[in-house]
């Protein structure tokens, strides 16, 4: 009897082990699970960023750069999103800056952790954003300083008035630097920066930067070359004998005019008397108190006044003027000087460069 038990007793052992090494696997496998299932945070990685093409003199912050691989984390951690918008609520608290919190942005390398939506700037006057930014709070606070001591300050010498709205063409948006393929992040992609188009007053009249920037250095250069490739191709051309300019005078029975006085008129052999009325048109007639052929200057029978409105030269002294200011508040400011692809805007941003700031 003792012979059979023992073999008994030792396959029910060998059983109770091999049941125990079977729930210990499926538990580990189990905690495996559970691991796999906990999103993680990681944060970005560094790499080498190339030096920007448009600017090759400037060496820029490390971070993402297209054609990397992404980073593996998927969204903010708790602490990064608290620690952001702690640092945004020291930023802009002794500002006038109406804003609306918005939730953290996260796409692949694009995005911030506490970007807001800016509303307005400032008190007296209140200057709207339209349409209203997503920014980051470090450049809103750049923004209402570059208002306060630099935009603020040349309207009213040199627009008659304040600045009430800020024209923006672009802010937040995930993509490269000039939306190329394969150039680094945008400051854009990062809620970092802002594109302004133009600036209105209280007078309502508009400062933009296609309209009123004037002409580049580049239109400059651009007319010179015109100028002297002109030249070059007249110099080639047998020189033509230059003639008087003779005009006809149409039912005139063939009389020519030399010239644009009444006292230059030849009709045939005889001259036409400076008190002769040759048009019947009203403000036509060459007589001595109107001696040239054209329209009499029209007739002002008053009205209401219009608003005089703010001299050219005026608005682009303001927008150069403004552009220099922002160079002390911003990392980047590139405007119709840097290149054709800014002609139309200002780019603002708070990029960190090692070496110098850009102003363009």
């Not at 209140?126 to 040349?154: H, N, R, Y």
Request: charged residues 20%.
């Amino acid at each position: 009897m003792r012979g059979m038990l023992a073999p008994a007793i030792w396959a029910i052992l060998v059983a109770g082990q091999a049941f125990a090494a079977a729930s210990v696997s499926a538990e580990v496998v189990k905690q495996r699970g559970r691991a796999r299932s906990v999103p993680e945070t990681v944060n970005l990685a560094k790499v080498p960023v190339q030096p920007d093409d448009e600017h090759p003199d400037t060496a820029l912050s490390d971070g993402p750069a297209s054609g990397t691989p992404h980073a593996a984390s998927a969204t903010w951690s708790s602490a990064q999103v608290t620690a952001a918008r702690a640092k945004c609520q020291a930023l802009l608290a002794n500002l006038s800056v109406v804003f609306i919190q918005s939730g953290p942005i996260k796409e692949k390398e694009c995005g911030a952790p506490a970007p807001i939506e800016l509303i307005s700037i400032g008190t007296s006057p209140q200057v709207s954003l339209s349409p209203p930014p997503i920014v980051t709070c470090d450049l809103a606070a750049a923004l209402s300083k570059w208002l306060d001591q630099e935009v603020q300050p040349a309207a009213r010498q040199l627009l008659g008035g304040p600045v009430i709205r800020l024209e923006v063409m672009s802010a937040y948006s995930c993509r490269n630097a000039y939306a190329r393929r394969n150039t680094r992040l945008s400051e854009h992609g990062r809620a970092n920066a802002v594109d302004i188009a133009g600036f209105i007053t209280e007078r309502g009249d508009m400062a933009g930067l296609k309209s009123d920037w004037g002409e580049t250095s580049r239109d400059i250069e651009f007319k010179i070359a015109a100028a002297k490739a002109e030249a070059e191709r007249l110099a080639k051309v047998p020189a033509a004998k230059s003639e008087p300019p003779q005009r006809a005078l149409a039912g005139a029975g063939g009389i020519s005019l030399r010239g644009t006085t009444a006292s230059e008129v030849e009709a045939g052999a005889g001259k036409v008397s400076s008190q002769t009325s040759i048009l019947s048109l009203p403000g036509t007639a060459l007589t001595p108190s109107n001696p040239t052929l054209g329209l009499a200057p029209p007739s002002r029978l008053g009205g209401p006044k219009v608003a005089a409105e703010v001299n050219p030269v005026l608005r682009q002294a303001f927008l150069r003027r403004i552009h220099a200011g922002g160079c002390r508040h911003f990392g980047t400011v590139l405007g119709p000087e840097a290149n054709e692809a800014h002609r139309n805007h200002f780019h603002l941003d708070m990029a960190e460069r090692k070496v110098k700031r850009i102003c363009e």
